[in-house]
Nanobody, 122 residues
């Protein structure tokens, strides 16, 4: 069974930065695409970013392109989300996810983390 544990969320002022981490258990991490999603209050969960198993390919939601960067370290079973130039509309619970497949452009969530809160003050 895979467990995903996010960390790094918090309260930050607009314009600031955060780096979220997601530590994964299990032996499938290095062969699976990984992703980040977010859910703002009163809204549906939405895709943010994904990275292929070998970090060659990444995909981003249009709303975060140029500000968010997804990366991974397969030796540490960890995926990261660097968030720069934070905006109040980035306020949400951020979830880590592991895909059933290896590629970022065909992401299909198999496992979810419990989420980490990011709050951006104006």
């Amino acid at each position: 069974q895979v467990q995903l544990v996010e960390s790094g969320g918090g309260l930050v002022q607009a314009g600031g930065s955060l780096r979220l981490s997601c530590a994964a258990s299990g032996r499938t991490f290095s062969s699976s695409a990984m992703g980040w999603f977010r859910q703002a209050p009163g809204k549906e969960r939405e895709f943010v970013a994904a990275i292929s198993w070998n970090a060659v390919s990444t995909n981003y939601a249009n709303s975060v392109k140029g500000r968010f960067t997804i990366s991974r370290d397969n030796a540490k079973n960890t995926v990261y989300l660097q968030i720069n130039t934070l905006k109040p509309e980035d306020t949400a619970v951020y979830y880590c996810a592991q895909s059933r497949g290896a590629f970022s452009n065909t992401f299909s969530t198999a496992f979810w983390g419990q989420g980490t809160q990011v709050t951006v003050s104006s």
